[in-house]
């Protein structure tokens, strides 16, 4: 299994601002996802992030609305940047395992003013 | 573009009683999972069954995976009101790293 975390678990932000999301692993990954789960919706796959080289982003999603930091193995940070409330959502960060199972972080809950 | 498609949308039951939620797919799967979230919380793994697989169990959860009708089933049995939640599954293609969602089953157990 995987221990994943992320800060911060909730925020409220005014639009036109930024907000970046951490996420640490307990182990070491080649790769890390982000996602976007809109209000009662499911999740929607906003990037996977390598670690040494830019994230690809899925359709839809593009860096400059969602730059993505992966500066080492086990750690990666996402930005939603001059949000707005359409940005409201929880982002969850995960991994994949050894045994082929995909682990989510406990999610940030955002809300845009 | 999200692939499996779960069914009902919404379930709601007595405490007790047993909960099915199935899901279909489109393509060829790697493997199949079941999540489980609790109001807007993190998702947390249930069971994963992969493509030459046909059933699994996991205490009172039950998974079945029909390749040829690209489908799967999730049943819980005996359920509780602590089961109230929203169920996913999520499909992994072979040679792809990405892992897609469907759409979930909301569950409510009434006590």
């Known amino acids: 299994s995987a221990v994943i975390s992320q800060k911060p678990s909730r925020d409220i932000c005014q639009r036109g601002t930024s907000l970046t999301i951490q996420c640490q692993v307990d182990s070491q990954v080649t790769m890390m996802f982000w996602y976007r789960q809109q209000p009662g919706q499911s999740l929607t796959l906003i990037a996977t992030?390598?670690?040494?080289?830019?994230?690809?982003?899925e359709s839809g999603f593009v860096i400059d609305k969602f730059p993505i930091s992966r500066p080492n193995l086990t750690f990666s940070t996402l930005t939603v940047s001059n949000m707005s409330p359409e940005d409201s959502s929880i982002y969850l960060c995960?991994?994949?395992?050894?045994?082929?199972?995909?682990?989510f972080g406990p999610g940030t809950r955002l809300t845009v003013l | 573009s999200q692939q499996g498609e779960e069914d009902p949308q919404a379930l709601s039951i007595q405490e007790g009683e047993n909960a099915t939620m199935n899901c279909s797919y489109k393509t060829s799967i790697n493997n199949l999972q079941w999540y489980r979230q609790n109001s807007g919380r993190g998702l947390v793994h249930l069971i994963l069954?992969?493509?030459?697989?046909r059933e699994k169990h996991s205490g009172r959860l039950r998974v079945t995976l029909d390749t040829s009708k690209k489908s799967s089933s999730l049943l819980i049995t005996a359920s509780r009101a602590a089961d109230t939640a929203s169920y996913f599954c999520a499909t992994k293609k072979g040679g792809s790293e990405k892992l897609v969602f469907g759409k979930g089953t909301k569950l409510t157990v009434n006590p």
């Open positions: 069954i992969r493509s030459n697989e």
């Open positions: 995960s991994v994949w395992t050894q045994s082929d199972t995909q682990y």
């Open positions: 992030a390598n670690q040494g080289s830019e994230a690809t982003y």
